[in-house]
């Protein structure tokens, strides 16, 4: 059976560029709606790809017992408002076999985000508690989540960067 696989790095950088703290290369869930998406753009409906990838704080209580295997039917975040970052602040690139940046299509993709100072609250102001991420598509006009992922709490200072990548392997 042929899979579709995820992968996703957290960076945590400093004001000046030094790295605070890296996550390492962690598996995400594809969840079933990306499935449905990709139906739908081989059916030739009105299917985007990537449009936006939303960021929540989840669920405080996932601080002391961890945070729950997330459902594979997932179709949104548990925070229902999530910071979100449009496809014109994502950075898309195909992969080869190697992880390596290329020019032509190839069926894995790298999608990078960057929450740079103020993003999502201005510096000066509480850390945002980051624990959960989802990333959209667009299918007939509605948000189509693609993949989700539940991590361990990342307060996210608005003095500093965070730099996720997410990885698809078609």
């Known amino acids: 059976?042929?899979?579709?696989?995820?992968?996703?790095?957290?960076?945590?950088?400093?004001?000046?560029?030094?790295?605070?703290?890296?996550?390492?290369w962690r598996r995400n869930l594809i969840v079933a709606p990306c499935r449905i998406l990709l139906a739908g753009f081989m059916r030739n409906d009105t299917?985007?790809?990537?449009?936006?990838?939303?960021?929540?704080?989840?669920?405080?209580?996932?601080?002391?017992?961890g945070a729950p295997a997330p459902d594979?039917?997932?179709?949104?975040?548990?925070?229902?408002?999530?910071?979100k970052i449009p496809v014109a602040n994502?950075?898309?690139?195909?992969?080869?076999?190697?992880?390596?940046?290329?020019a032509?299509?190839?069926?894995?993709?790298?999608?990078?985000?960057?929450?740079?100072?103020?993003q999502p609250t201005p510096a000066g102001s509480p850390p945002?508690?980051?624990?959960?991420?989802?990333?959209?598509g667009q299918l007939n006009g509605q948000p189509q989540m693609i993949d989700y992922v539940r991590h361990p709490v990342i307060q996210k200072d608005g003095s500093v960067t965070l730099e996720r990548k997410i990885r698809l392997v078609f």
Not at 51 to 60: A, E, H, K, T, W
Not at 104 to 118: D, K
């Open 47 to 65: 299917a985007l790809g990537v449009q936006s990838l939303l960021v929540g704080r989840g669920d405080p209580a996932w601080d002391a017992s």
């Open 1 to 24: 059976m042929v899979t579709i696989d995820g992968f996703y790095c957290d960076r945590l950088l400093e004001p000046d560029g030094p790295e605070l703290s890296t996550s390492g």
């Open 90 to 102: 994502l950075k898309l690139e195909y992969l080869d076999a190697s992880d390596t940046v290329v």
């Open 128 to 136: 945002y508690p980051l624990r959960e991420f989802g990333l959209f």
């Open 104 to 118: 032509n299509a190839t069926s894995r993709i790298q999608i990078t985000a960057t929450l740079g100072p103020g």
């Open 72 to 83: 594979p039917n997932t179709t949104s975040l548990t925070d229902a408002v999530p910071f």
